[in-house]
C-alpha cells in the first residue's frame, strides 16, 4: 500500500529526500507522514501532513525538515536538509484513514558526523 525510498548515508550538513509513494490515491487518507525509531526506543513523529496541506512537526526538525505531497503522484515527501547525526534513524511513513493506519516499510537513514 505504501512503499518508502530514500534513505541512505549522508554526511552531518547534508540532504535527503525521502518519498512514500501510495499505491492508490492519498487522498483517500486523513492524514500521512513519517516516524524515526532509533534502536531501543520507540516511534517518534517527525512530521505529518493533512488532506488538506497543514503541517506539523516535531520540534527538533523544525526549519530543516519539510513535508509535502504530490496528490497527482499520490506521493508525500520528506524533505530532510541540514542533517545532523541524531536524525540517523529507520524511517517509517504512515496514512490514516478514519478506521485504519497503514504503514509503510522503513528506510534506513544514516548521518555520518
Known amino acids: 500500500q505504501l512503499q518508502a525510498s530514500g534513505g541512505g548515508l549522508v554526511q552531518a550538513g547534508g540532504s535527503l529526500r525521502l518519498s512514500c509513494a501510495a499505491s492508490?490515491?492519498?487522498?483517500?487518507?486523513?492524514?500521512m507522514g513519517w516516524y524515526r525509531q532509533t534502536p531501543g526506543k520507540q516511534r517518534k513523529l517527525v512530521a505529518g501532513?493533512?488532506?488538506?496541506?497543514?503541517?506539523n512537526y516535531e520540534d527538533s526538525v523544525k526549519g530543516r525538515i519539510t513535508i509535502f505531497r504530490d496528490n497527482a503522484k499520490n506521493t508525500v515527501y520528506l524533505q530532510m536538509n541540514s542533517l545532523k547525526p541524531e536524525d540517523t534513524g529507520v524511517y517509517y511513513c504512515?496514512?490514516?484513514?478514519?478506521?485504519?493506519?497503514?504503514w509503510g516499510q522503513g528506510t534506513l537513514v544514516t548521518v555520518s558526523s
Open positions: 504512515y496514512a490514516d484513514q478514519p478506521v485504519r493506519r497503514y
Open positions: 492508490g490515491s492519498i487522498i483517500s487518507f486523513n492524514t
Open positions: 501532513i493533512t488532506r488538506g496541506g497543514s503541517t
